[in-house]
């Protein structure tokens, strides 16, 4: 296992790889955080709750980040990183925000059906400040070190358990729906923003969208 990660190399974004994809989908979580950020924001000084909109991402949030993005991590990543070094730190401290950002999403969830638009705002923006740190350290730390440690053959088996996984749970209509809250608040779509568009959002599904091939 690698001891520091400032020396390790950055990551192969052009290559197909086990990091590559979910840093591709990272770019598409982070769309839409930019726009539960906009909806928290104009939320609170309308002192009104968008009821549908924040419904949808809530809905778009839990389908696409967390049952296609952190199913591959907690299930098929981070087991093979802890695999090849058993008690694998950074992996636990990953599931940890992974389970402290279901719970603001709870939270919001439960705030909409009351609408209750400070708690609302108070949980999108402890969440979005949350993942948005969760992803860097992910994009930063964690998937530099696990490129490291992944050999061609155990990336193989990981890229085959991920087309498993979206053949089983597509997310092509999800990234549709993420166009479409794109569109709402003024942010380009996925397909059509180079600082947006994954090199690799593989989930298997065969959706034929470009970004999810
Ligand atoms: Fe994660
Ligand atoms: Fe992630």
Redesign the pocket.
């Known amino acids: 296992m690698p001891s520091c990660h400032a020396h390790l190399p950055p990551l192969d974004l052009e290559r197909l790889s086990a990091v590559s994809v979910l840093h591709g989908e990272h770019r598409i979580i982070l769309r839409l955080l930019d726009c539960l950020d906009l909806m928290a924001e104009r939320a609170a000084k309308a002192h009104a709750m968008p009821v549908l909109e924040a419904r949808d991402v809530i809905a778009v949030l839990r389908g696409f980040a967390d049952e296609c993005h ?1 199913a591959k ?1 907690e299930r098929i990543l981070f087991p093979a990183l802890e695999r090849l070094a058993p008690g694998f730190g950074p992996v636990q401290v ?1 599931r940890h925000e ?1 389970d402290l950002g279901r719970d603001h999403v709870r939270g919001m969830a439960i705030a909409v059906d009351a609408v209750d638009v400070a708690g609302f705002v108070q949980d999108a923006q402890a969440f979005s400040g949350l993942l948005r740190q ?1 992803i860097d350290k ?1 994009n930063e730390v964690l998937f530099p070190m696990a490129q490291a440690m992944l050999s061609a053959e155990d990336d193989a088996a990981i890229l085959n358990a991920y087309r498993e996984a979206g053949r089983e749970r597509p997310c092509g209509p999800l990234l549709a729906r993420v166009d479409s809250l794109a569109g709402t608040y003024g942010f380009a779509s996925i397909g059509e923003s180079p600082e947006c568009t994954p090199r690799h959002a593989l989930c298997g599904c065969g959706s034929g969208s470009g970004i999810c091939r």
């Open positions: 952190h991590e990953m992974h969760h992910e």
